[in-house]
């Protein structure tokens, strides 16, 4: 786009208003599936999001929340929060971490990159060390993108190869951890015959072993620091299949909770502690549960936790985790650029916005929301809220977590007067169906449901108008199922959990005293999105959407 024929100015919309406070609010993990038992959100009390769906057909509808929607590579890929927001926020499409890397890898670009030059520099004396979630959930890596990795890497000169595993159990079904490390045993038993000393060094579950978010507990990355880079932990073994075989015939085993272990020789000693000179490659794509780790990795000034010992090392992250900290200042493959969000516009043309949640997902209502972008766009016009998130304890245990605060923060934004944008992002149908308790997640659902009400309530004071929608889904549906929809059982007769997102639809609700009496949702696009939300916010701004956005969700037809 040439820069001089560039204008910020949004086109007014021909029939809508400007001045009206828009309350947008994202229920974090809530799809629409089939009404049953396990479907937490129709099992829960919520006479809100009822009354929306129930109330003015005209108003209410489903978007896709997964797969090529937001960028990922296919319809089998579920969403999730990050990509979700990122088109939520953009109003466009971008090819999303695992395409982006998948693309890399095809093209052989990401070998001519900065990054794996950077690295390939240790590869004639040191040890490349590749760390991640060893697992084909596509959510933060893929297995077959290790393969292709470990094949390129030792293709261009790594005569030293160790693999630090993490086991899921979370994206995918618990106990496939087995499958993932014999098949890449296999692979690595290949390098071997072909004179490469290639070694899986360490292990242990991601929800224990380094995949924290959010700095929630950073002794689950200091388990990992122990066993990735001292070589040290409570549990040894000579080989990684005996080692994952083992831990999960503890009781009450799962493979997200391994405990950490290590690979030894013959005489004990661990097979792949990090060293100086050594190259170190975190090859999720997903950013949020890499950061602690690539914070322990790259900064010398570091006091969460003591390391022991900092090898100089060489460290490249799949992608870059957070632009803002530039965090790891190396990595493979470049990230989307996604300029000219709908944030960004609003807050140019004047549109005084305020954006809450909770730690844990308030990253995703501003972060991700503005293009992957820390910051504001406009400091004078712009607050962002964070209300800290309950730490030390699993999200079952409070449910409600701070939705209530949340709202209470949302309804006191509207009301101030001082806002025409509200936006919010209410966890805890996400977070607590994470943990597969089905109880918990029915009261998490309920107590999102009453924060809708608040915000909602304040909207009707206004004159405002609001719209509820959602980034994934996760807590419609609890079970596994066969291919006919039933759901799984295990070997003792009981149902078998799930804790993933879902590749279900999502919500779209508009309404409040301030909407035009002429506005419904369009019949006349083919499978609307995430992305076609943007579009559709800056109509209720008074404005018109930029012309390469995705196409708005509403008409205005005159009564």
Known sequence: MASSAFSWNLPDHPKLPKGKTVAVVVLDGWGEANADEYNCIHVAETPVMDSLKNGAPERWRLVKAHGTAVG??????????????????AGRIFAQGAKLVDSALASGKIYDGEGFNYIK?????????????????????????????????????????????????RDVLDGSSVGFVETLEDDLSQLREKGIDARVASGGGRMFVTMDRYENDWDVVKRGWDAQVLGEAPYKFQSAVEAVKTLRAEPKANDQYLPPFVIVDESGKAVGPVVDGDAVVTFNFRADRMVMLAKALEYADFDKFDRVRVPKIRYAGMLQYDGELKLPSHYLVSPPE???????????????????SETVKFGHVTFFWNGNRSGYFDETKEEYVEVPSD?????NVKPNMKALEIAEKARDAILSGKFDQVRVNLPNGDMVGHTGDIEATVVACKAADKAVKIILDAIEQVGGIYLVTADHGNAEDMVKRNKSGQPLLDKSGGIQILTSHTL???????????????VKFRSDIQIPGLANVAATVMNFHGYEAPADYETTLIEVVDN
């Not at 590749?130 to 990795?149: A, E």
């Not at 890497?153 to 160790?162: D, L, Q």
């Not at 279900?504 to 002429?518: M, R, S």
């Open 504 to 518: 279900q639809p999502v919500p779209v609700a508009i309404g409040g005293p301030g909407l035009h009496p002429g």
């Open 391 to 395: 730490s030390g304890i699993t999200f």
């Open 72 to 89: 990922l590579p296919s319809d089998d890929d579920m969403g999730n929060s990050e990509v979700g927001h990122n088109a939520l926020g």
């Open 121 to 169: 520099e240790c590869f004639d004396k040191n040890t490349l060390h590749l760390i991640g979630l060893l697992s084909d959930g596509g959510v933060h890596s893929r297995l077959d993108q290790v393969q292709l990795l470990l094949k390129g890497a030792s293709e261009r000169g790594a005569k030293r190869i160790r693999v630090h595993i993490l086991t899921d159990g």
């Open 338 to 356: 996604i300029e000219r969000t709908s944030g960004e516009y609003l807050v140019k043309n004047g549109i005084r916005t305020f954006a809450c």
